[in-house]
């Protein structure tokens, strides 16, 4: 397995700021997990998204109001991923153990996603590995597209920025359907072995997928027919897959952020501590924005998260402030994009430019077509 280590011997970064933002919580007599906006916000989405499928399963709509309705739907179902589950999964939700793996496995096995897998892939490999190309499955798209220049380019990347929605509209069901069998069967995530599974997890598994084949697939086939259920399943999907894949998005893949690469069975060491690497290869989006912050679960503040993965999103704004004057103090960036639009719009000029052709790749590639 290829593997990256940082030099933490210089940590003073985050020594400094991991004090100043303990000593914040520690003044202000509060509990760093979530509080009653993290709790009330979790009945508001799931009351929500049950509601909105009741209405979908049991009224009858013109197609129109049932489009609408299964987007809407879709964009619950990914603020529940943003706010609800990732929270617990991430062991912030709750300082009780117990209530945060029970809402992380509701909040993902829920949407039809494996808890299990998802907290390898992200806890373990995205948040240490961030931006690191061989590493960090979130990156690892390729030939589909291309998210940084050390990945391989192919002509179809040329267009990449075209096809890009599209192929976003479709990776939730990509992930339901593919990538959780994948990592089942093969016992890896990306480059990295999998955990092992015990009996539990292995039953939570298939039960899941019996679960989402049943109450998305099955039964409302049997409501709506054949055709209806397919439009309102994609439309769905693609509102979700949209949502998920852009918020997560605009906070590794824009202008200024940073990459690395670590070649397959290989070991490379770079002199840059943890800490900092977070800080180089991540940018917050939208900062002043109240209503994204709600909807998005705090994931435009990627760099206090990445930095404080155990700290609650609802405390975000608050360290934010911190974590600014910190990176000033040591001289560090703090990559930010003041709106969502954006954001959004340096995202598709980093994927446009990365769809150009290198040129030693551009030559090859034609001489293989005068050849």
């Not at 829920?110 to 061989?134: E, R």
Request: proline share 3%; with cysteine.
């Amino acid at each position: 397995m290829s593997k990256l280590t940082f030099n933490n011997s210089n940590n003073l970064f985050f020594q400094s700021l991991k004090k100043s933002v303990d000593d914040y919580f520690k003044e202000n007599n509060i509990s760093p997990k979530g509080d009653y906006r993290l709790y009330l916000k979790t009945i508001i989405l799931l009351s929500s998204a049950l509601v909105l499928y009741l209405i979908l399963m049991t009224t009858t709509l013109s197609i129109f109001t049932g489009i609408i309705l299964a987007a809407i739907l879709g964009f619950t179902m990914a603020c529940i991923g943003f706010s609800v589950m990732h929270d617990a999964n991430h062991g912030s939700y709750s300082d009780n153990h117990l209530l945060n793996e029970c809402i992380g496995v509701m909040g993902s096995n829920g949407l039809g996603a494996i808890s299990f897998f998802w907290k390898q892939k992200h806890n373990i490999i995205h948040h240490t590995y961030t931006n690191v190309d061989g590493l960090d499955d979130d990156i690892a798209k390729s030939p589909i597209i291309r998210q940084c220049e050390s990945q391989k380019w192919v002509p179809m990347h040329k267009i990449q920025h075209l096809y890009l929605t599209p192929i976003y509209a479709l990776s939730s069901i990509f992930w339901i359907f593919v990538m959780d069998f994948t990592k089942y069967f093969t016992r890896k995530i990306y480059t990295t072995a999998a955990w092992e599974m015990n009996t539990r997890e292995h039953v939570v598994f298939w039960v899941t997928k019996i679960y989402y084949l049943a109450i998305f697939i099955v039964l409302p086939i049997y409501v709506w027919g054949w055709l209806a259920w397919l439009a309102g399943f994609f439309i769905m999907n693609a509102a979700m897959g949209i949502t998920l894949s852009f918020v997560f998005q605009l906070a590794h893949v824009v202008e200024n952020t940073e990459f690395e690469h670590v070649p397959l069975d290989t070991t490379k060491h770079i002199e840059t501590a943890w800490a900092e690497h977070q800080i180089k290869t991540t940018a917050n989006f939208s900062m002043n924005n109240k209503l994204i912050s709600w909807f998005v679960g705090g994931l435009n503040f990627q760099i206090e998260h990445h930095l404080f993965p155990k700290v609650s999103h609802v405390h975000y704004p608050a360290i934010s402030k911190i974590v600014q004057e910190k990176c000033k103090e040591f001289n560090l960036p703090y990559h930010h994009n003041p709106t969502f639009f954006g954001a959004v719009a340096s995202h598709f000029r980093v994927m446009y430019a990365l769809g150009r052709a290198p040129k030693q790749e551009a030559k090859l590639f034609i001489q293989q077509s005068a050849a």
